[in-house]
C-alpha cells in the first residue's frame, strides 16, 4: 500500500542492499534462461553462454532498470510539488498566513537565541575560558568590596597553587602614545606575563609572542602587536615584525602580530609585564591576576582552598603587613563580566521569544487543523472512489513540506536580518569585544526542524482521519455532529486561548518595559548635559609627572578658555555616568563599628569650575578656588550622599577624612563644600557617596584626565580648536574619547533601550499573529456552524442574534484567554522587576488595558466571519447538507 | 527494435507485462515467455526491456515484487499485480480498445 513511499525510502536510504538485489535477479534471471536452454538440449557450457548473450551483459541491464527508477521517482516528485503547488495556489490566503507565521517563528526565534548565545553563553575564543577566573583580595581594613590589584610578592604566592590552577598571570594597563607619521594616537596597551599567551592559547599570525627570557626586568624592549592596529597603522605591511616602533618616546621592537579578535583586555598592544620579584613590598599593589582553573575544580572549591593561602599570608606577614586582617580571596569567573543588566535583559527576551514561538506554532496548527477538518470528506470521498491512499498522504504531505520549506526559507531570511539589527542595537561595551555574533547553525536547524516537524504531523492529520474513520459514516457525515472533529475542536480552542494568555503576558511585558525606559530618560541626572563636548587628554608619565602635570592643565584651561565660542572649560579625572576610582577611607572620629560599614567612596580630581560647568549646584560651604593650591591644606567637596552618611546630624563643613592607602600614611583631607548629587555609573543605580579633590593637590591620579568644553558652536569643530592648542604646547600629545555629554547620558540607557526595543517587536508580533489565530479559530468555527445558523433562521431567529452568536463564541475565548494571561502575570510579575526602574510589574492598569484591547481584537478578529454568518441563506445552506 | 518505436511501445508493453500477471504472479523470465506466448511471437521483450519497466511500474505501485523459489528450486524474484495494477490494467485496455477502433475506423474511411 504504502509501496511508492517505502520505495522512495529505499532509494535514498538503502542503495547499496537495492543495488545487490538488483543484482542477484539478474542473475537469477540469466541462471533460469541457461537452465531453459539445458533443458531445450544444450551442453551447460553453451547454454550459459547463450544465456549470457540473450542478457546483453548483466551491468548494462542494471544500469537501464537504475535510469528507469531514477527518471520515475524524479517523475513522481515533480509531480507531487506541482501538485502541492497547486493546492496552495488555490487557496492564497491560508498559504500566505501559514508561510508568514513560520517565518516569523523561526527567524525571531533563530535570531534572538543565536544572539544569546554567541554573546552571552560563549564569546570568549580561548581556550578554557569558562575556567579562567579573575582573581582579587579584599582587605577589610582597606575598603568593604574586593579590589582589583595585587603586589608581585602576593602574585608569586598564588602562582604556586598548582593545585588549583593551571595558569596564573598578572597584567596592568600600559597606554601609549604612538608617534607615526603626523598625527599621534593614544593606544590602549597591557603588560602581561608570558604565559598569558600560552594561557589563552591563540597564537600569532605572524612572528612570535613573548619568550620569558624577555619577560624578566631590563631585558630588551619587545610589544605584540594587533590585527587592527596592524592593519590601522602600519597598513598591514609584513616587514614591520622585526622592526622597532616609537612609543611613548622609546624604542619597543615588533616580535608578533595576533590574529583578528583578540583584543584581550582590550588592547592593540601587549608588552612583557618583566616583573621584578625583588621588590619586597607587599603592599605596593599594581597587577591584576588572573588564572584558569585546573579541570574539574569548581569556582567554590577554588575559593575555598585559595582561602589558606590568604589565612597563610596573614600568619606570616600580618605583623608587618595590617591590611591581612580578615584577609579574603575572591574569583570572579570570565563570563560574570558581563554586565548583570544586559544578561537579564536578554533571558527575558528569550522568555519572550519562547512563547512568541509557541504562539506561531500554535496558529500554524490551528490553520492546518481547521484546513484538515474541512477536507474530511473529500478524502473519504476520494477513497470511496479508489484513490491510493498513500498517494493522499504523499500528496497531504508534500503540501505541508512545501509550506514548511518555503517559511523555513523566508525565517533564515529574516533571521539574517535580524541577527545584524539587533547588533547595531546592542551599546557598546555591554558585551564582551571578542562576541562574534552571528546566526548559531544549531539553532537554526532546530528552528527549521521545528517547523517542518509541527507542518509535517498536522499535515498528516487529516489522512489519519481518512484512513481512520468509517468511509460510510464520513460521508455520511452531519457536520455539525463530526465525531472526528469534537476533539480537533476542543485542540484549536485550547490553542487559541493559550495563544490570548502569551499575547497578554508579552503585551504586557513590553509596556512594562517601555514605561521603564521612560521613566529613566527623564529622570534627573544631577547636571546639565547640554552644549558640553568631552575628550581625554593623557600626560605620559616619562614626561609629566607631579608639578609639571599641574602646570599642563592648568595652561590648558586658561587656553582652552580663551578660544572663541568657549564659553567655559574644566577637567575631571572621571567623567559621571561611567566608571570612577573608589577607595575605602577613613573618617576622623567616626569607626567603621560607630557607622556600622567600612566607610568608602568614589573620589574624582577636577579643576575648580566642574561644578559651575555642570551646573551642579553646591549646596553647603564653598566650590574650589584659588586657596586650594597644591601646598596648601588638602580640601574637598562631597556630595550629598555622603554628607548624609558619614555627618547625618552636622555639618560635613571642616570635618575631615583620609584616604587608606597600604602603603603610606595619607594625609587627612577637610571638607569645604557639599554638592548636589550626580548619577555616578548609571541611571538606576542608587546614589553612591563621592567626594572631589582639586586636581592640584592629586597630581597621581590626575595623570589622564577629561577636558570638558562648554560651547555653543556646533560640537563636530571643538575637537580639532582643541587640537590645534594642544600642538601648540606639546606636538605629542592626543586627544581621544571625544564624546558629546548627551550622547553619553544617552548611551548609559542603552541597555534598556535594547531591551524595550525589542519587547515591543514581539509584542506586535504576538498580537498581529494572535489576531490571525483568533480569525481562522472563529472563521473555521463559523464556517461549521453556519447549517446551524440557517436552521435558526429558517425556525424565525433575527440575523442580529446569529451574529452574536459569533461574537459570544470569540468573546468567550478571549476572556478564558485574558484570565489565564492574568494569573500568569501574577505570578511571573516577580521575573520581570529586576528589569523595571519606577514601574510595577503587573500594575491593574496596564493589564486591564492589554486585556480589554485583547477582547477587542477578538471581536475585530470575527468581524468577518458573523458577516458571513448573518448574511447565509438558510434554502441554500440547508440544500448543501 | 530502434528507438522510436521502442518509446512507443512502452506502454504497450507495460500493458501486456500488466495482463501477463492478471492470472497469477511470476518472475521476470516467466513474464517474458508468458508475453511471448499470449501474443504468439509477436513480441519477444529483451531484459534490456523488462527489468526497467518492472522496476518503474513497481515504483508507480502497479506491481509489487517478493523474493520466492523457483521451479527449479532457485532463487527468483516474483511480481504480481497490486489493486492499482488491475484498475490501471483496466483503463488502459479500455483506452488501448479506443484507440484501435478509432484507428481501424479512419482507415476504413476513404
Redesign the interface.
Given at each position: 500500500m504504502l509501496?511508492?513511499m517505502t520505495?522512495f525510502w529505499r532509494n535514498i536510504f538503502a542503495k547499496e542492499k537495492t543495488d545487490r538485489?538488483?543484482d542477484?535477479?539478474?542473475r537469477?534471471?540469466s541462471?533460469?534462461?541457461t537452465?531453459?536452454k539445458i533443458r531445450e538440449g544444450m551442453n551447460p557450457q553453451e547454454a550459459r553462454r547463450a544465456a549470457k548473450l540473450?542478457?546483453?551483459g548483466v551491468e548494462?541491464?542494471k544500469e537501464?532498470?537504475r535510469?528507469?527508477?531514477t527518471?520515475?521517482?524524479l517523475d513522481?516528485l515533480l509531480q507531487d510539488l506541482r501538485f502541492g503547488a497547486r493546492t496552495l495556489r488555490k487557496n492564497p490566503g491560508f498559504a500566505a498566513v501559514a508561510v508568514l507565521t513560520i517565518a516569523l517563528g523561526v527567524g525571531a526565534s533563530t535570531a534572538l537565541f543565536s544572539v544569546v548565545k554567541s554573546a552571552l553563553l560563549d564569546p570568549w575564543p580561548y581556550q578554557g575560558a569558562d575556567r579562567i577566573v579573575t582573581i582579587r583580595p579584599q582587605f577589610p581594613k582597606i575598603g568593604a568590596r574586593p579590589s582589583g590589584v595585587w603586589s608581585l610578592q602576593e602574585f608569586k604566592d598564588l602562582r604556586e597553587r598548582t593545585d588549583v590552577f593551571d595558569f596564573v598571570i598578572a597584567g596592568t594597563g600600559h597606554t601609549v602614545n604612538l608617534q607615526r607619521g603626523g598625527y599621534p594616537e593614544r593606544i590602549i596597551g597591557a603588560n602581561m606575563t608570558a604565559d598569558g599567551f600560552s594561557m589563552l592559547g591563540v597564537r600569532p599570525i605572524k612572528g612570535r609572542v613573548f619568550l620569558s627570557s624577555e619577560d624578566q626586568p631590563r631585558s630588551p624592549r619587545v610589544v605584540v602587536m594587533s590585527y587592527g592596529l596592524w592593519t590601522r597603522r602600519f597598513g598591514a605591511d609584513p616587514t614591520v615584525v622585526g622592526r622597532a616602533i616609537r612609543l611613548d618616546d622609546q624604542l619597543y621592537t615588533v616580535v608578533g602580530i595576533m590574529p583578528r579578535d583578540f583584543v584581550w583586555w582590550g588592547s592593540e598592544l601587549w608588552f612583557p609585564l618583566a616583573p621584578d620579584f625583588s621588590q619586597l613590598n607587599r603592599s605596593s599593589r599594581m597587577v591584576a591576576v588572573q588564572g584558569r582553573l585546573r579541570r574539574g575544580v569548581t569556582l567554590q572549591a577554588a575559593e575555598a582552598a585559595l582561602q589558606t593561602s590568604a589565612s597563610q599570608m596573614e600568619l606570616r606577614f600580618g605583623a608587618q603587613v595590617p591590611e591581612y586582617a580578615g584577609f579574603k580571596i575572591h574569583l570572579l569567573a570570565l563570563r560574570d563580566v558581563v554586565l548583570r543588566n544586559v544578561r537579564e535583559s536578554l533571558m527575558i527576551l528569550m522568555g519572550a521569544v519562547a512563547f512568541l514561538l509557541f504562539v506561531a506554532c500554535a496558529n500554524v496548527t490551528n490553520l492546518l487543523l481547521a484546513r484538515a477538518a474541512g477536507r474530511n470528506k473529500e478524502m473519504a470521498t476520494r477513497i470511496a472512489l479508489?484513490a491510493?491512499r498513500?498517494?493522499i498522504v504523499r500528496q497531504l504531505l508534500t503540501e505541508s513540506v512545501l509550506l514548511a520549506a518555503i517559511g523555513a526559507a523566508l525565517g533564515c531570511a529574516l533571521a539574517y536580518v535580524s541577527v545584524n539589527a539587533i547588533v547595531s542595537l546592542i551599546p557598546f561595551g555591554f558585551i564582551p569585544a571578542e562576541a562574534h555574533v552571528r546566526i548559531s547553525p544549531g539553532v537554526l536547524l532546530f528552528a527549521i526542524a521545528l517547523a517542518f516537524a509541527t507542518g509535517i504531523l498536522v499535515g498528516l492529520a487529516p489522512a489519519l482521519n481518512a484512513f481512520r474513520s468509517n468511509l460510510h459514516d464520513t460521508l455520511k457525515q452531519d457536520s455539525v455532529r463530526a465525531s472526528a472533529s469534537r476533539s480537533s475542536r476542543y485542540v484549536r480552542h485550547v490553542l487559541a486561548v493559550g495563544e490570548v494568555a502569551l499575547a497578554l503576558l508579552v503585551v504586557c511585558s513590553a509596556i512594562a518595559v517601555v514605561r521603564s525606559f521612560h521613566n529613566l530618560e527623564r529622570e534627573d541626572i544631577g547636571f546639565r548635559s547640554a552644549d558640553v563636548v568631552t575628550m581625554r587628554i593623557g600626560l605620559p608619565e616619562n614626561r609629566y609627572s607631579g608639578d609639571n602635570v599641574t602646570r599642563f592643565f592648568t595652561e590648558l584651561l586658561q587656553r582652552t578658555r580663551e578660544l572663541p565660542g568657549i564659553q567655559d572649560s574644566a577637567l575631571a579625572s572621571d567623567l559621571p555616568l561611567g566608571s570612577i576610582l573608589s577607595s575605602g577611607i577613613t573618617v576622623e572620629g567616626k569607626s567603621p563599628e560607630t557607622l556600622g560599614r567600612i566607610p568608602d567612596a568614589d573620589h574624582a580630581s577636577v579643576s575648580s569650575n566642574y561644578f559651575s560647568l555642570l551646573s551642579v549646584p553646591i549646596m553647603q560651604g564653598r566650590s574650589f578656588d584659588d586657596r586650594d593650591s597644591a601646598n596648601a591644606m588638602p580640601v574637598a567637596i562631597i556630595n550629598q550622599t555622603m554628607a548624609n552618611l558619614y555627618w547625618p546630624s552636622e555639618s560635613p563643613i571642616g570635618k575631615r577624612f583620609r584616604l587608606n592607602r597600604a602603603d603610606s600614611e595619607s594625609p587627612w583631607i577637610t571638607v569645604v563644600g557639599v554638592a548636589r548629587d550626580m548619577k555616578q555609573i548609571t541611571i538606576d543605580s542608587a546614589s553612591r557617596q563621592a567626594f572631589f579633590v582639586p586636581f592640584a593637590q592629586d597630581p597621581v591620579d590626575s595623570q589622564n584626565m577629561s577636558l570638558l568644553v562648554r560651547s555653543t558652536n556646533p560640537q563636530a569643530a571643538i575637537p580639532n580648536l582643541i587640537r590645534a592648542k594642544l600642538v601648540q604646547m606639546d606636538s605629542e600629545l592626543p586627544i581621544y574619547e571625544v564624546e558629546s555629554l548627551d550622547t553619553r547620558v544617552k548611551n548609559s540607557l542603552g541597555g534598556e533601550k535594547l531591551a524595550a526595543t525589542m519587547l515591543s517587536c514581539f509584542a506586535a508580533i504576538c498580537f498581529l499573529l494572535t489576531l490571525v489565530g483568533l480569525f481562522g479559530v472563529i472563521s473555521y468555527s463559523t464556517s461549521r456552524r453556519l447549517n446551524e445558523f440557517a436552521i435558526r433562521i429558517a425556525l424565525g431567529a433575527d440575523r442580529a442574534a446569529i451574529v452574536k452568536l459569533v461574537f459570544g463564541e470569540a468573546a468567550r475565548l478571549a476572556l478564558a484567554g485574558v484570565a489565564l494571561g492574568c494569573c500568569a502575570a501574577l505570578f511571573l510579575g516577580r521575573l520581570l522587576s529586576t528589569l523595571l526602574y519606577g514601574v510595577r510589574a503587573s500594575d491593574w492598569f496596564t493589564l486591564s488595558a492589554t486585556a480589554a484591547s485583547l477582547i477587542s481584537l477578538a471581536i475585530a478578529a470575527s468581524l468577518i466571519p458573523a458577516l458571513r454568518a448573518m448574511r447565509v441563506d438558510p434554502n441554500v445552506a440547508l440544500r448543501h447538507e | 527494435m530502434d528507438r522510436g518505436q521502442t518509446n512507443l511501445l512502452q506502454g504497450t508493453l507495460d500493458m501486456m507485462i500488466l495482463k501477463a500477471l492478471a492470472l497469477d504472479q511470476m518472475h521476470g523470465l516467466g513474464i517474458s515467455r508468458r508475453i511471448e506466448q499470449i501474443t504468439k511471437g509477436t513480441f519477444q521483450v529483451k531484459p534490456g526491456s523488462l527489468f526497467p519497466s518492472l522496476h518503474r511500474m513497481e515504483e508507480e505501485g502497479w506491481l509489487v515484487s517478493s523474493w520466492g523459489e523457483s521451479e527449479n528450486n532457485r532463487r527468483a524474484k516474483y511480481y504480481r499485480l497490486t489493486k492499482a495494477g488491475r484498475r490501471q490494467l483496466e483503463s488502459e485496455t479500455q483506452r488501448w480498445g479506443r484507440i484501435s477502433l478509432a484507428i481501424a475506423r479512419a482507415l476504413e474511411a476513404s
Open positions: 509501496s511508492r520505495n538485489e538488483l542477484a535477479e539478474v537469477s534471471y541462471d533460469l534462461l537452465q531453459e540473450q542478457l546483453g548494462q541491464v537501464e532498470v535510469q528507469a527508477r527518471g520515475a521517482c513522481s479508489g491510493d498513500s498517494r | -
